[in-house]
C-alpha cells in the first residue's frame, strides 16, 4: 500500500498542547479567594488582560477614547461653507475686474447684479446659475465651485467617490448616475423579496469601483451606507440654524445641477427605512480649527458613532455583557489589526477556561469547578515551596523517595490510592489466566488485574486546620490568605502524604468541616462569635476516628474564644469572653493534650486578650505558638505542619 502525507485538515491539531490558561487560573482564584465572584474575577481578569504582551479590554478602551478625543480635534464641520464662500468671492471678484475697464452700460448692469447678490452663500449661488460670465477665469472658478460641491455632497454619501469624480470627466458622472440607479432598483428589488446574491455580484462587477471597501453582501453595503447617511444628519444637526439652512441650500443645488436629487433622496428614505437603530437626530461637536470638507466631516462624524458604540461594549457594564458583544470589525478599523489579535486572545482565554474545565456555568452564574481549585490549591503550595527555597528555613527533606516502604516480598490486589510499586509479573499473570480459553489473541488488562507489592507500613498523621473565619479576619485582611493556607496544606497532604487524614474546620459563632471545593466559594457572614470551643470539638472526633494516626492539630485565628457551644446546640456570644466560654474551651484543650495531640496556634494578631489565651493554651498543652501576617500565613502554617507530622518509619 502507498500512503502519503500532509496537513492535517479535520478541524484543530489533535496533537496540539492545550492552550496554556494556567496563569489565568491562578489570577482568577487569587481574586475569588479574596471574595470575589466567579463572574467578576473573569471580567476584572479580561478587562487588565490575562497574558503578558497582550492588552485588556482597559487598554483597548484608553485607546478608543484616545481616538475619539484625537478625531474630535481634527477640524471644523463648516469647512465646505468656508470653501464655498472663498471660491463664489474669487469668481466675482475675477468678473468684477473683467468688466471694470469696460465703460459700456451693460457692464455697469453687471456690476450692479453683481452687488446685489445676497448675502447668503447659497442663494448667491442659484442666483449665478444663469449668469452669462464674461471672464473665462470666473466662469472656470464658478464651475469649480459646483463640481467641488457636488463632489462633496456624493463623496458624504459613498466614501471616496471624490476620487472617482475628479478630473471632471462627463463619462464618469454619468456612470455615477447609472450607478446610483441600479443600487435604488437593487434596494427596492429586496425590500419585495426579489434580491439575489447574484444580482448584488452582477452590481459590484459594473460598479465596484465606488465602493473602495469592497462589501461581499447587499447588507454589508447598506450598513456602510448608512452610517454615512446617519453620519451626515448628525453633521447637519450639530450646524447652527443659519449654517443648515445654507449647507441645505447648497447641497440641494448640487444634486439638482447633477441630476442626482431625486435618486439621492431615494436612496436616503430606503437606508433610514432600512436602519431606524442607528442615530439620525444627534449631533456631535467637532473643536479643531481645520475647516473639513463635507465627506471628511462626514466620515470623522461616522467613525466617531462606531468609537462610541465600541466603547460602550468595551465597558462592559450592561446586564448580559460578554465579549461576543465587542465587533471585530469596528475594532480593526478604529485600532487596527493588532488590537484584533488581542480581542481574540481574551476571547480565546474566556472560552479555554470552560472548554478545559476550569469555569462552569449553573443556573447563570460562573463557578470554579474541582479541577481549578485543585489547580489553586498546587499553586498555593507551590508559592510556598518556593519561599521554603529562597529562604534560610527550608525544611522538607523527603527521606525515602521512590517507593512507600519497604518492601515485604509478598504482594496483595492493588485498592485505589495507592502508592506500592506495581507487581507487573502477578499482574500480567493474573489476566492470561482470566484470558484463558477466551481464544482472543489480545490480551486485556483490566483493574481486578492489578497487584503491588505489599510493603511495611509507616506512621501516618491525623491532621486538623482549624481556621477562624469569623468577621475580624475581613477588617484585618487576613481572610484571603487564610482559605490559600487551608488550600496548600490539604494540597500537600493529598500529594505528598496521602496516608494522612486532614480535615480542615472553619469556625466563627459555629464550626463546621470545610471541603477544598468550598473554600473558593466561601463567603464572610456579617456574624458576632469565635467558637473555638466548636471547632475543637469537632477535631477531637475527627482525630478519635483515626486511632492509628499520630494526632496534628493547628489553629489559625486572630481573636480570642468569644462563642461555645450549648447542650441545646445554639451558640452563646459573649464578649468580653465569659468565664463559661473559656471553661469550656480550655476542657477541649485539656482533651486534646490526652489524646496526645500538640495544638500549634497562629495568631494573626497582638490583642492581650488573644495573647494571654494563647499562653495558656500553650501552657496546658504544650504546644508552640506562631506570630504570622498574611504574607507569611502559608509558609508558617505548611512548614509546622512538615516539622510536627511523625517521619517515615
Known sequence: MKYRYGAYR???????????????????????MDGRRASDALRDLLRRGATAGRRGLDDLLRQVRERRRELRERGRMDGVLEAARALLDTAVGQERAELFPDPSDEARLREAELDQLPADTAAAVRALRDYPWRSDAARATFQRLKDMLRDEVLDAQFEGLKQALRGGDPAQAERVKAMMAALNAMLEADARGEHRQADFDAFMAEFG?????????????????????????????????????ELGSLMSAALQDAGLDLEMTRLADALRRRRPDLDWTGGERMSGEEPLGLGDATSAL???????????????????AGLADVDEEAVRRALGRQAVDDLAELRRIEAELERQGYLQRQGGNLDLTPKA??????????????????????????????????????????????????????????????EAGSGSPALRLLPEDFEVHETENRTAAAVCLLVDLSYSMVTRGTWAAAKQTALALHTLVRTKFPRDAVQIIGFSNYARRLQPEEMTSLDWSMVQGTNLHHALLLAGR????????????????????????????????????????????FAEVDKMTRRGATLNVFMLADDPRLVSFVDELAHRNGGRVFSATAENLSLTVVTDYLKSRPPHR
Open 302 to 320: 461616522a467613525d466617531l458613532a462606531d468609537l462610541a458604540d465600541l466603547e460602550s461594549s468595551l465597558q462592559q457594564d450592561y446586564p448580559g
Open 10 to 32: 479535520e478541524g484543530p491539531d489533535p496533537l496540539a498542547p492545550p492552550f496554556d490558561v494556567r496563569e489565568a487560573v491562578d489570577a482568577l482564584g487569587d481574586a475569588v
Open 209 to 245: 469601483e465606488f465602493f473602495p471597501d469592497a462589501p461581499r453582501t447587499l447588507e454589508e453595503l447598506v450598513d456602510s451606507l448608512a452610517r454615512r447617511s446617519a453620519a451626515l444628519n448628525r453633521l447637519m444637526n450639530s450646524l447652527s440654524p443659519e449654517q443648515r439652512a
Open 542 to 585: 475527627h482525630l478519635d476516628s483515626h486511632p492509628n494516626h499520630d494526632p496534628v492539630v493547628l489553629v489559625v485565628t486572630d481573636g480570642e474564644p468569644t462563642a461555645h457551644l450549648r447542650p441545646d446546640g445554639h451558640y452563646l456570644f459573649d464578649y468580653p469572653p465569659s468565664p463559661e466560654t473559656l471553661v469550656l474551651t
Open 373 to 434: 481549585v485543585r489547580r489553586l490549591g498546587d499553586t498555593a503550595l507551590r508559592r510556598v515551596f518556593a519561599q521554603l527555597k529562597a529562604g534560610p528555613r527550608g525544611d522538607h527533606a523527603q527521606h525515602d523517595a521512590g517507593q512507600a516502604g519497604e518492601l515485604t516480598g509478598t504482594s496483595r490486589p492493588w485498592r485505589f490510592g495507592d502508592e506500592q510499586p506495581l507487581d507487573v509479573v502477578r499482574t500480567v499473570r493474573n489476566a492470561v489466566l482470566r
